[in-house]
């Protein structure tokens, strides 16, 4: 079983749609979470830290459940620009900044 | 603007031959890290190091080796390159520092070996 797990899609939803995106994590001592995004032929790129609280940044919000070991991400009002891959990413504990991918989720949207 | 530099976009290789790819960052950046990314697999992480001259394995580090005689620079060498070392390599860096550093990446460089 892959440590973190991810649909990999890909979604394809119309402009001004609201897409959800989910990502379970197994390894329960995981310390940080994150979502980074990566467009067609493109390096991955910090897309927004997930807070426990849970954190919104515009259209976008990250949910984090310890208990249950899952992350998402939610995208409202979608953008043509919005299609990408989007990476869910899990920092283990101690501090070598080692991070955990998932295979990433593809979002595709059209006009 | 943090800067991740890697030196080929593209390179072309034959079976059998030792392939350099190196990477600079022009942020003083303890952490630097190699991974790969094929298709269906995702970024897998090949080897980091977080400090000058050291380096830990990630999680596949067979048939690679990393050097880090300098702060800024970060090679991965493919001592005897085959096939299935063909892949996208993405270059890395980030601060030393516990929680919520982020990790910028180079542009990648994609090897096709013959």
């Known amino acids: 079983r892959k440590e973190v797990e991810q649909d990999p899609g890909p979604f394809n939803v119309p402009e001004g749609a609201t897409v959800a995106f989910n990502c379970t994590y197994s390894?329960?001592?995981?310390?940080?979470f994150f979502w980074y995004r990566q467009d067609c032929r493109k390096e991955p790129k910090l897309l927004m830290s997930?807070?426990?609280s849970g954190n919104e940044d515009g259209r976008f919000t990250a949910q984090l459940n310890r208990a249950s070991q899952y992350i998402s991400l939610l995208i409202r009002d979608s953008k043509l620009s919005d299609s990408a891959t989007y990476l869910c990413?899990?920092?283990?504990?101690?501090?070598?900044?080692?991070?955990?991918f998932g295979q990433g989720t593809t979002l595709q949207v059209k006009p | 603007d943090v800067k991740v530099t890697q030196s080929s976009r593209y390179l072309v290789k034959r079976t059998g031959e030792k392939v350099f790819l190196e990477c600079v960052q022009d942020?003083?950046?303890?952490?630097m890290f190699w991974y790969r990314q094929d298709p269906g697999l995702g970024l897998r992480l090949i080897y980091f190091?977080?400090?000058?001259?050291?380096?830990e394995k990630g999680d596949i580090p067979e048939g690679y080796s990393v050097s880090r005689e300098k702060k800024e620079r970060f090679s991965l060498i493919l001592e005897s390159a085959s096939t299935n070392q063909t892949s996208m390599y993405l270059c890395?860096?980030?601060?030393?520092?516990?929680?919520?550093?982020?990790?910028?990446f180079g542009p990648g460089t994609r090897l096709l070996v013959l």
């Open positions: 190091s977080y400090d000058v001259k050291m380096k």
């Open positions: 997930v807070y426990s």
């Open positions: 942020m003083d950046h303890e952490n």
């Open positions: 890395a860096s980030s601060r030393l520092a516990g929680g919520l550093e982020t990790q910028y």
């Open positions: 390894n329960s001592a995981s310390q940080s």
């Open positions: 990413v899990v920092k283990r504990t101690g501090n070598t900044g080692k991070l955990i």
